[in-house]
T-cell receptor, first 118, second 114 residues
Framework: AQTVTQSQPEMSVQEAETVTLSCTYD???????LFWYKQPPSRQMILVIRQEAYKQQNATENRFSVNFQKAAKSFSLKISDSQLGDTAMYFCAFTQRNSGGSNYKLTFGKGTLLTVNP | ETGVTQSPTHLIKTRGQQVTLRCSSQSGHNTVSWYQQALGQGPQFIFQYYREEENGRGNFPPRFSGLQFPNYSSELNVNALELDDSALYLC?????????????FGPGTRLTVL
């Protein structure tokens, strides 16, 4: 069974600074996807960034980037130039491609509550 | 492009009752997945629907059931409600067969069982 571990229950960062959230996962599969989702207090889960396991290049989306270490099964999220609106719960999630080539269920970590301070 | 919508926003039920939650998928999406998120936890997969059939199920009892309609919208039904069913229920839609096949979430339904 796949598991996702986020070892930092809470983190805080000053506005405009950089913060890194950690995530490790366990799987025997070779074809999978990893995601970071953000859930603000308003509760809607928003996709931040995705990474295909077969791609060696780390994904980036504006101020958000990942450090994907496949051998170590590590998938950290770096937020640059933190903004007050980045305050949210961040979830790391994993999904594997099934035999039909489609994504299946998402397995989530327990989340990291990030607070950006002014 | 219309995003994923869910109704109702909040719901209060008593133990033993039945509840139906609704989800409209994002335009162009053909797959709907349901998740239960207990307070302070990550979402847990309940089941997924594709082409109006259940396409996989998590560790939830049979009193959790669902439907998908020809327009790809979906319902989650929970019978014989228990106190532990109190949670945020999230629906996510995706486009099976697309190159990305990423799940996009609705705002959720907060269910309270008294």
């Amino acid at each position: 069974a796949q598991t996702v571990t986020q070892s930092q229950p809470e983190m805080s960062v000053q506005e405009a600074e950089t913060v890194t959230l950690s995530c490790t996962y366990d799987t025997s599969e070779s074809n999978y996807y990893l995601f970071w989702y953000k859930q603000p207090p308003s509760r809607q889960m928003i996709l931040v960034i995705r990474q295909e396991a077969y791609k060696q290049q780390n994904a980036t989306e504006n101020r958000f980037s990942v450090n994907f270490q496949k051998a170590a099964k590590s998938f950290s999220l770096k937020i640059s130039d933190s903004q007050l609106g980045d305050t949210a719960m961040y979830f790391c999630a994993f999904t594997q491609r099934n035999s039909g080539g489609s994504n299946y269920k998402l397995t989530f970590g327990k989340g990291t509550l990030l607070t950006v301070n002014p | 492009e219309t995003g994923v919508t869910q109704s109702p926003t909040h719901l209060i039920k008593t133990r033993g009752q039945q509840v139906t939650l609704r989800c409209s998928s994002q335009s162009g999406h053909n797959t709907v997945s349901w998740y239960q998120q207990a307070l302070g936890q990550g979402p847990q997969f309940i089941f997924q629907y594709y082409r109006e059939e259940e396409n996989g199920r998590g560790n939830f009892p049979p009193r959790f059931s669902g439907l998908q309609f020809p327009n790809y919208s979906s319902e989650l039904n929970v019978n014989a409600l228990e106190l532990d069913d109190s949670a945020l229920y999230l629906c996510a839609s995706s486009s099976r067969g697309s190159s990305t096949d990423t799940q996009y979430f609705g705002p959720g339904t907060r269910l309270t069982v008294l």
